[in-house]
């Protein structure tokens, strides 16, 4: 493994281990010395890339707005539904994700480092400006005021989902967007929507095989000059 | 002011007080000491009413569930939307319904605490299931799903529209539910829903209008009481 490559799983590896221990604790009680015991490295390797308990929550922080799997569909307000889905899908797997939700509805954290709702409300309203272009959802929806609406249930959803602990994320993010669509969406868009439970997992799996499989040729490329005989 | 009355507002100053801190500071952070500056009122007469910060955090989540301004309505959907509208108007004005938001969303006092979502959905769950007897809402809406989903919304939008500073909850909730309403109620009763930004407002000082006269007529009995000769 190339050095530059081994240091940036190590600077993962840490930034996990402060997420799940966000999540856990909180930001206030969560301490360096429960996340480096996580991570079974040590203190040197963890100063290397953070120097402090601030320096790792910028970090789960700057992961946190995130449009894997997300792929060009036919229709625009379908693209929208799935950044929101996809996140559905993920956030329970991904403490990154699950710890910078924690720490936005943190008020000593969000004092310190603000949230990134401001972002994800950016990207809605993007998408959803375009899908008004196209004709695609009613000429009385107000993107930005959508996009923020659909950030804040997304993110109540969530919270409450959580705290009912039997509830799965990914069927309740659904039901949402079963509720909210018909009044964005123009009928004939509506029907042709996709807001299936299994939608994310699956645009997910498209999305990580495809990278996979670029993966493997610049792993073959690496292996093939590692064999160039040095003369 | 009888002795007991005297005691009731004594308890509520300390509730107030602790609510202030735990939004400030998050339960964690808290501590009695902080609550008891605020009141300047002595550490006998806390510990009088409550032992520990664990209770005074009971005593603000056990008033969190609140129906004040809640009248009966034509349509039961009425009622319903109207519980989040007061809510919304009141919750940024009362310190011991914003505490108890704060308390739900902090983990380490959920741990200890619960929530109280499971009584705002069972009381939303009532007056949905009410209203689709009475044939407000569509047919197909399950009245447990849509007041889960609304709780987790309501909620998700007071937390976003807090960190984005100069967002009035009222508005944004009147918002939400001219986004969700036209797929839950039937248009006949739908066109005849208010869920104008003023209508909370209004609610409640009718309701504390009429408890103010009732209250005056009280105050009159004990005054007479007290103006009784003893003989």
């Known amino acids: ?10 600077r993962r590896i840490f930034l996990e281990a402060a997420a799940q221990v966000f999540i856990e604790y909180g930001y206030e009680a969560a301490s360096i010395s429960t996340i480096l015991e996580r991570t079974k490295l040590t203190r040197g390797a963890l100063y290397f890339h953070f120097t402090s308990k601030e320096g790792l929550a910028r970090g789960v922080l700057d992961e946190a707005v995130t449009t894997e799997g997300l792929t060009p569909q036919a229709f625009k307000v379908q693209e929208w539904v799935d950044v929101g889905m996809l996140l559905a899908y993920r956030l329970p797997r991904e403490p990154l994700l699950g710890a910078s939700l924690a720490l936005s509805v943190d008020p000593a954290a969000r004092a310190l480092f603000g949230t990134r709702w401001p972002d994800w409300i950016e990207l809605g309203r993007g998408l959803l400006a375009e899908a008004k272009e196209r ?4 000429q009385h929806i107000e993107p ?3 996009a923020r609406l659909v950030v804040g249930a997304w993110t109540g959803v969530r919270l409450v989902s959580g705290a009912l602990e039997e509830l799965d994320l990914v069927g309740e993010i659904s039901e949402l967007y079963g509720l909210l669509l018909p009044n964005l969406v123009v009928p004939g868009v509506l029907a042709r929507l996709d807001t299936s439970m299994y939608r994310a997992e699956r645009l997910l799996r498209a999305a990580r ?23």
């Open 209 to 231: 095989e495809a990278r996979g499989a670029r993966d493997d040729e610049e792993e073959f490329l690496v292996g093939d000059d590692r064999r160039m005989p040095v003369r």
């Open 135 to 138: 004709g695609e959802i009613h």
């Open 1 to 10: 493994m190339a050095m530059q490559e081994r240091a940036v799983r190590t």
């Open 144 to 146: 930005m005021v959508a």
